[in-house]
C-alpha cells in the first residue's frame, strides 16, 4: 500500500502570506495526486487534481506541483476563507490513501 | 447541478450491521464510479470503497474488507454500502463521492456511530 505523508500537521499564518503544504508517496504515483480543502463539519472540497490542474471555480491563488513522490500545493496570498485543513490523497492504486492532513489557522 | 445525498447512518451496537445510501441526481451516474470515504471524529479522511462504474469491479481498504459490501443500482442512480460487523472503530461520518482518480462531487455525509 502507498503512504501518504503531508508536512507540516498544522500551520499558523496570516492573510496575505504565502504558504506551501508538501505531501510525499512512499512510491512513485506519477500524477495520480489530488488536494481537497475541508471546513468543519463539511465534506471536503476538491482544489486541485492530476497533481497541478486547478478544479473549476477555485480560485486561482491555489496552485499545486510536482511528479513522483512529491508534491507541493501552494496557496499564494493566504485569504480568511482559506483557514482550513488540507489533505492530499493519492488515486494511483487502491487503497487510494490521504495524508494525515495540514491545518491551517490563522497567527 | 450534482447532488450526492447520502442516508442510512444511525446508532447501533458492535456486532451489528446498517446500509447506507447515496442518491445521485445532476449527472449520468452510469458513466461514473464511485467511492466510500469516512471520517472518525476529529480525524482524517480514510478511503474505504471503489465500484466501477458498471459494477464490474470493487475494491476495499484493509480495515473494512470481508465486513463491507459497496454496491450499486444505476437504474435508481443510487450507491450502497453495506456495513456488518460493525465495530467501535467504524463510527465516523461516511461519505459517497463520484469519479474514480478524480473525486469532484462529495455528498454531505452520514454519521454512523457503533457504541455499546
Known amino acids: 500500500d502507498i503512504q501518504m505523508t503531508q508536512s507540516p500537521s498544522s500551520l499558523s499564518a496570516s492573510v496575505g502570506d504565502r504558504v506551501i503544504i508538501s505531501c510525499r508517496a512512499s512510491q512513485s504515483i506519477s500524477t495520480y495526486l489530488n488536494w481537497y480543502q475541508q471546513k468543519p463539519g463539511k465534506a471536503p472540497k476538491l482544489l486541485i487534481y492530476a497533481a497541478s490542474s486547478l478544479q473549476s471555480g477555485v480560485p486561482s491563488r491555489f496552485s499545486s506541483s510536482g511528479s513522483g513522490t512529491d508534491f507541493t500545493l501552494t496557496i499564494s496570498s493566504l485569504q480568511p476563507e482559506d483557514f482550513a485543513t488540507y489533505y492530499c490523497?493519492?488515486?494511483?492504486?487502491?487503497?487510494?490513501?490521504f495524508g494525515q492532513g495540514t491545518k491551517l489557522e490563522i497567527k | 447541478q450534482v447532488q450526492l445525498v447520502e442516508s442510512g447512518g444511525g446508532v447501533v451496537q458492535p456486532g451489528e450491521s446498517l446500509r447506507l445510501s447515496c442518491a445521485a441526481s445532476g449527472f449520468t451516474f452510469s458513466n461514473y464510479g464511485m467511492h466510500w470515504v469516512r471520517q472518525a471524529p476529529g480525524k482524517g479522511l480514510e478511503w474505504v470503497a471503489f465500484?466501477?462504474?458498471?459494477?464490474?469491479?470493487?475494491y476495499y481498504a484493509d480495515s473494512v474488507k470481508g465486513r463491507y459490501t459497496i454496491s450499486r443500482d444505476n437504474s435508481k442512480n443510487t450507491l450502497y454500502l453495506q456495513l456488518n460487523s460493525l465495530r467501535p472503530e467504524d463510527t465516523a461520518v461516511y461519505y459517497c463521492?463520484?469519479?474514480?482518480?478524480?473525486?469532484?462531487?462529495w455528498g454531505q455525509g452520514t454519521l454512523v456511530t457503533v457504541s455499546s
Open positions: 465500484i466501477r462504474y458498471d459494477g464490474s469491479s470493487t
Open positions: 490523497q493519492q488515486s494511483y492504486s487502491t487503497p487510494y490513501s
Open positions: 463521492a463520484k469519479g474514480k482518480t478524480t473525486t469532484d462531487y
